[in-house]
Antibody, heavy 119, light 111 residues
Framework: QVQLQESGPGLVKPSQTLSLTCTVS??????????WSWIRQPAGKGLEWVGR???????DYNPSLKSRVTLSLDTSKNQFSLRLNSVTAADTALYYC???????????WGQGSLVTVSS | QSVMTQPPSVSGAPGQTVTISCIGN?????????VHWYQQLPGAAPRLLIY???DRPSGVPDRFSGSRSGTSASLAITGLQTEDEADYHC???????????FGGGTRLTVL
């Protein structure tokens, strides 16, 4: 079955770069059928889409984060990654890596990785 | 601030029916973009509840139903049960299918 697992530091200092990796099992991220995406959720708040990446190399980002976000794929490890630079406390959130299926539904979720931005 | 608007909270007694709205605009729902709904139980990741406005994945009870009209969509839950107490999120996308959009989420309390 499809599984996604986030990994990365749980604490990042302000102005530094947040980096997370998602390891995917049960499906190849090289599949042309799916986009791979990140969604974040600050404590007690709603979901915010960060961006998506496709095996073709296409990337799309939330306009509000576009200047600070980079998504990448490592097909040899079946992983995809998020980098968010110049972080502030407002970037503190639970970060989910997910698979986008048909009609951009989120059909598989990771368990989430809590990232706190603090000095 | 989310592009799509949901009420922050709704409540109902066991057995009752509640409806959660998701109001978009002419650039998303009103442009024909599909709406999906997710249920997020406390401490868990969201799970897909309704997709393509009205369809239920296998395993989702038929007490949950969705609809879309104009620039808005709704999730109805009939025969409320205590285990329905959760956060509910609507999701759509822009008219070019480039950006994923979420509502602000609605907390359902079963009294």
């Amino acid at each position: 079955q499809v599984q996604l697992q986030e990994s990365g530091p749980g604490l990042v200092k302000p102005s530094q770069t947040l980096s997370l990796t998602c390891t995917v099992s049960g499906v190849s991220i090289s599949s042309k059928t799916y986009y791979w995406s990140w969604i974040r959720q600050p404590a007690g708040k709603g979901l915010e889409w960060v961006g998506r990446i496709h095996s073709s190399g296409r990337r799309d980002y939330n306009p509000s984060l576009k200047s600070r976000v980079t998504l990448s794929l490592d097909t040899s490890k079946n992983q995809f990654s998020l980098r968010l630079n110049s972080v502030t406390a407002a970037d503190t959130a639970l970060y989910y890596c997910v698979r986008l299926g048909k009609l951009l539904t989120v059909d598989f979720w990771g368990q989430g990785s809590l990232v706190t931005v603090s000095s | 601030q989310s592009v799509m608007t949901q009420p922050p909270s709704v409540s109902g007694a066991p057995g009752q029916t509640v409806t959660i709205s998701c109001i978009g605009n002419t650039s998303n729902i009103g442009a024909g973009s599909d709406v999906h709904w997710y249920q997020q139980l406390p401490g868990a990741a969201p799970r897909l509840l309704i997709y393509a406005n009205t369809d239920r994945p296998s395993g989702v009870p038929d007490r949950f139903s969705g609809s879309r009209s104009g620039t808005s969509a709704s999730l109805a839950i009939t025969g409320l049960q205590t285990e329905d107490e959760a956060d509910y999120h609507c999701q759509s996308y822009d008219s070019t299918m480039t950006h994923v959009l979420f509502g602000g989420g609605t907390r359902l309390t079963v009294l």
